[in-house]
Nanobody, 126 residues
Framework: QVQLVESGGGLVQAGGSLRLSCAAS????????MGWFRQAPGKERAFVAA????????NYADSVKGRFTISRDNAKATVYLQMNSLKPEDAAVYYC???????????????????WGQGTQVTVSS
């Protein structure tokens, strides 16, 4: 069974940091771009960041540029999202996802991703 399992969410004060992890099991996604999305209550799921299969180019939503960093360790089949200078508006359930394309370009649309984790909650207190 293929799974993406996120961890590292929690409660943090505004200005604080969290590091999310996404571990793959059942198969690896070493040849797929990986992305992070988030969904706040009452809002649609939105793109946060993506990284190519070989840790090359990255892409970020404007709202997180300069504060969040996506990275991956293919040897560990794990993708990370380092979140710094967190704001209350960053509070959401964060999901990792695997791009459906083999060694493809970066995508921000959800329909380009065909494997999803169950999500991890991030709460930011003001």
């Amino acid at each position: 069974q293929v799974q993406l399992v996120e961890s590292g969410g929690g409660l943090v004060q505004a200005g604080g940091s969290l590091r999310l992890s996404c571990a793959a099991s059942g198969r690896t996604f070493n040849n797929n771009a990986m992305g992070w999305f988030r969904q706040a209550p009452g809002k649609e799921r939105a793109f946060v960041a993506a990284i190519t299969w070989n840790s090359g180019p990255t892409n970020y939503a404007d709202s997180v540029k300069g504060r969040f960093t996506i990275s991956r360790d293919n040897a560990k089949a794990t993708v990370y999202l380092q979140m710094n200078s967190l704001k209350p508006e960053d509070a959401a359930v964060y999901y990792c996802a695997a791009d459906r394309h083999y060694r493809g370009a970066l995508h921000y649309r959800m329909n380009e991703y065909n494997y999803w984790g169950q999500g991890t909650q991030v709460t930011v207190s003001s």
